[in-house]
Nanobody, 119 residues
């Protein structure tokens, strides 16, 4: 059974940091591209960060470049999102996603974790 379980969300003040984790099981994690998305109320879902299967290539949304870092531990089947210098506009539900081609067949999602940045 495929599972992606996010953790690490919470409440934080502006300028603070959080580290999200996503524990994967039920599929060959190391062969999957891993991504973090977020969805804020009234906004479209946004790709925050992505990391290729063996960690060679990363991508970030412009809004988080220089503040967020995605990483993975293939031995632990876990992907992380280190979030620094958090801003109120980072408030959203953050989702972990794993995928490989063909994407229609191999595209998995976690249940999400809430991140709230308040002043």
């Amino acid at each position: 059974q495929v599972q992606l379980v996010e953790s690490g969300g919470g409440l934080v003040q502006p300028g603070g940091s959080l580290r999200l984790s996503c524990a994967a099981s039920g599929f060959p994690f190391s062969t999957y591209e891993m991504r973090w998305y977020r969805h804020a109320p009234g906004k479209e879902r946004e790709l925050v960060a992505g990391l290729s299967s063996f960690g060679g290539t990363t991508r970030y949304a412009e809004s988080v470049k220089g503040r967020f870092t995605i990483s993975r531990d293939n031995a632990q089947n876990t992907v992380y999102l280190q979030m620094n210098s958090l801003k109120p506009e980072d408030t959203a539900v953050y989702y972990c996603n794993g995928r490989r081609e063909p994407f229609d067949d191999y595209n998995y999602w976690g249940q999400g974790t809430q991140v709230t940045v308040y002043s």
